[in-house]
């Protein structure tokens, strides 16, 4: 064959070999294809199977699920949303409809192609978004028992759970209780396993007050016989807590402490710092310190401290009690027992009063009981308190009044030039008393005022607002009356004596105290007639 010839066939050879070259190349690659379209197919329903029967196996429940996909782009990628898992009962009823156990608005895996052959599927890491728990109400958690694994095989095993958007219900059948509600914004948990504790770290937003948690510790292994059994451990830090969204107080606080015990008797171990702590009454900031010990029912979130002491500038009290959540109305019910054993009254009157320099100095005991319901009034309108205290060693600020406290106690020891020539300085004043605080106002039982020489015993009202004084009662002076005074007024005033030398006292005045704190008006009571003068009148009818 001529060599022009040959040429071409050769090319023609070369050509058709690429050609069939490419097109079974194409070929494999449409083979390919159908061949992972296949596998995609047949391992969709495959892993939903298995997703399915797990949740079924681990709860004995009812599992529904809106969407199921899976991608092989990057190995088998599966993911998810709608997931519910539903209990023999409801197991919140104060939302309308069937509540699911645990409700998932999405979740995605991923995991080997070749872990799809083996069973179970081993899964490192499930990534969720908006989990939601529902735990039972105690009376109905023996059904969570009926929920575990029983004759079933586990098809898929997690190392670690990371949820964003996390929403814990603790449900509850007491009458004026509503369930307890947390918000987890970030929740990580490893060592998942039905045998052994698993490891969390959480970071959530505490509703009120507001403020950053994070927490870290363990929780488990999970007790299906007695859930309220399950042991829990950890520490914690609460940071930059806003106390102005309580009305009434504010201040910014920091806590830190540990926790361990099972679920329905948590021990907790903290303290407080709230630098700049204040009360709406006053508005002066003052440091406020705490060290606590408090026993939680972590399955109704109800807390009793046992105790708190607290540091107000220099002066402890401690105070032991409840704070339990109640329905009617909706809140926290703070129930407790306060004692000062040792402090300053300063230091109160510095958190409770705007008056600066406190109108009063010296040393205070204080025993009451503290009551502050729920409710959208501001503190100082809500809380109850009843009780007794006493001062000692009182002196005022202002050397006004303190002058006037020196001269009644020169005249009513029979001392008047001294009264006159402000000899004497800063005679120490005495209070004690019974009181009882509600709806911003103070009501008095029983007080009494004493300075050398001097007793007063009143009975009355204070608003904490200052604009409400209303106190009556009786002054006992250890003089009579002529002798607290000098010159030609003592010899007018001789013949009056008998008349107001009553009950063993030199000298014996009704007295009051009305008007505000701007214009407090102090004076005698003639006019009025108490209680001891009624029973006198009464025993001479009967005579």
Not at 13 to 37: E, F
Not at 107 to 118: A, E, K, S, Y
Not at 206 to 224: I, M, Q, R, T
Not at 354 to 383: F, H, Q, W, Y
Request: net charge neutral; with cysteine; proline share 7%.
């Amino acid at each position: 064959m001529p060599e022009s010839e040959q040429k071409p066939r050769r090319e023609n050879t070369h050509a058709s070999r690429w050609w069939w070259i490419g097109g079974i190349a194409l070929l494999l690659v449409v083979a390919a294809a159908i061949t992972l379209g296949i596998v995609v197919s047949r391992a969709q329903p495959i892993v939903r199977e298995r997703v399915m029967e797990t949740l079924s196996t681990k709860f004995k429940a009812r599992v529904e699920l809106d969407t199921f996909n899976v991608s092989l782009l990057q190995g088998l990628q599966v993911s998810g949303k709608g997931l519910r898992i539903f209990g023999a009962m409801d197991p919140n009823n104060h939302e309308p409809g069937i509540q699911p156990l645990i409700a998932v608005g999405e979740f995605r895996f991923r995991t080997g192609i070749g872990d799809l052959l083996h069973s179970p599927m081993h899964v490192d890491t499930v990534h969720v978004k908006g989990l939601q728990l529902n735990l039972p109400p105690r009376e109905q958690r023996g059904e969570m028992h009926d929920m575990g694994p029983k004759g079933g095989k586990i098809k898929i095993t997690v190392d670690k759970l990371v949820c964003d958007d996390t929403r814990l219900v603790i449900n509850t059948l007491k009458p004026g209780k509503l369930p307890l509600e947390f918000d987890i914004a970030s929740l990580r948990m490893a060592s998942i396993g039905p045998d052994g504790p698993m490891h969390f770290d959480a970071d959530l937003t505490n509703p009120k007050p507001v403020g950053n948690v994070l927490s870290s510790g363990s929780f488990g292994p999970w007790d299906a016989d007695s859930p309220r059994d399950t042991p829990v451990s950890g520490t914690y830090s609460f940071n930059n807590a806003d106390l102005g969204t309580i009305k009434g107080i504010a201040g910014i606080l920091s806590s830190t402490g540990k926790y361990y015990g099972i679920l329905d008797n948590i021990v907790v171990d903290g303290a407080t710092d709230t630098p700049d702590f204040r009360i709406a009454i006053s508005g002066r900031p003052v440091p406020l310190h705490t060290d606590f010990h408090a026993i939680v029912d972590g399955t109704s979130g109800d807390t009793y401290l046992q105790p708190v002491k607290a540091r107000l500038l220099n002066t402890w009290l401690t105070a032991n009690g409840s704070v339990v959540r109640v329905q009617d109305p909706k809140g926290h019910l703070v129930d407790l027992d306060v004692v000062i054993e040792k402090g300053k009254i300063d230091d109160l009157l510095k958190l409770a009063i705007k008056t600066n320099p406190p109108i009063m100095s010296g040393a205070v005991r204080l025993n009451t009981k503290l009551v502050l319901p729920p409710g959208e009034l501001d503190v100082a309108n809500r809380m109850k308190l009843k009780g007794n205290f006493e001062v000692s060693g009182g002196i005022f600020s202002n050397d006004k009044i303190q002058g006037k406290i020196d001269a009644i106690s020169m005249r009513s020891q029979g001392k008047p030039k001294l009264a006159q020539d402000n000899i004497p300085d800063n005679v120490p004043s005495a209070l004690k008393g019974s009181f009882a605080l509600a709806t911003g106002t103070i009501s008095f039982s029983q007080l009494q005022f004493n300075v050398p020489g001097t007793q007063v015993n009143l009975t009355g009202i204070y608003s904490l607002d200052g604009n409400q004084f209303d106190f009556h009662g009786k002054a006992r002076l250890d003089a009579k009356l002529s002798h607290m005074v000098t010159g030609w007024k003592s010899i007018l005033l001789k013949p009056a004596d008998p008349f107001f030398s009553k009950h063993g006292a030199g000298t014996e005045i009704p007295v009051k105290i009305t008007g505000t704190k701007s214009e407090p008006h102090f004076g005698a009571d003639f006019g009025h007639k108490d209680e001891d003068e009624n029973d006198e009148h009464k025993d001479d009818k009967d005579k």
